[in-house]
């Protein structure tokens, strides 16, 4: 799936396709799966719920099978039992069964007055941060604004904002797409400050 920084992007597995009743009954492939919401774009109008089982791997979930239950999105951590089919490279969800939000996270909203009053800005960083060196894309979700890179030397999780992908030109990005960050330790752990393209 590509993730586009400026938004606009589309899910890439194939073409994605409303939900449908899907029948009582396994046709055209599909399966029943159980999983996690790992992130939903409210704008773009899907995410991806993370299978109990591995082998099947993140399922795209469409806003479209969600509003049976009367709703357009899910929170993060929303548990959900579905009926999915292949397509293009991963599974999508045909029809959602079950939604459970007892774990899920709301996300807070906060006043738009104390918006940016705790953000670091890491282009004030940059004077303490290492040299380039290889990551690849963990994920990144443009409705928040930010996501996290794997660090190649030691398999950490690198925090990275939407604004220092794009002063490093970078517009978009997709899973275990390569780059290269300058990286500092920051208060909650390693943060890029600066980006850049593979063989920039």
């Known amino acids: 799936m590509q993730l586009d920084t400026q938004g606009g992007?589309?899910?890439?597995?194939?073409?994605?396709?409303?939900?449908?009743s899907g029948g009582g009954s396994v046709e055209d492939g599909e399966i029943a799966i159980s999983g996690v919401i790992k992130w939903f774009d409210v704008?773009?109008?899907?995410?991806?719920?993370?299978?109990?089982?591995p082998s099947i791997g993140d399922v795209l979930v469409h806003f479209s099978?969600?509003?049976?239950?009367?709703?357009r999105s899910l929170p993060?951590?929303?548990?959900?039992?579905a009926r999915a089919v292949q397509r293009g490279r991963g599974y999508q969800a045909r029809e959602v069964l079950t939604i459970d939000l007892s774990e899920a996270v709301e996300e807070p909203t906060a006043p738009r007055s104390r918006?940016?009053?705790?953000?670091?800005?890491p282009a004030g960083l940059i004077d303490r941060a290492g040299p380039f060196e290889p990551t690849v894309v963990k994920w990144f979700n443009r409705l928040k604004g930010y996501g996290f890179l794997i660090r190649d030397s030691d398999g950490a999780d690198v925090f990275v904002h939407m604004e220092t992908l794009r002063r490093g030109g970078v517009l978009v990005v997709e899973p275990d797409q390569p780059l290269r960050a300058r990286v500092v330790d920051g208060r909650k752990g390693p943060l890029a400050v600066l980006v850049e393209p593979v063989g920039a």
């Not at 969600?66 to 709703?71: A, E, F, K, T, W």
């Not at 993060?76 to 039992?81: D, N, T």
């Not at 918006?115 to 800005?121: H, I, Q, S, Y």
């Open 65 to 71: 099978v969600l509003q049976s239950h009367g709703r």
């Open 9 to 20: 992007s589309v899910p890439d597995r194939g073409s994605v396709t409303n939900g449908g």
């Open 115 to 121: 918006v940016g009053v705790d953000r670091v800005d």
């Open 43 to 53: 704008t773009r109008g899907f995410g991806f719920a993370v299978s109990d089982d």
């Open 76 to 81: 993060e951590g929303a548990r959900v039992e």
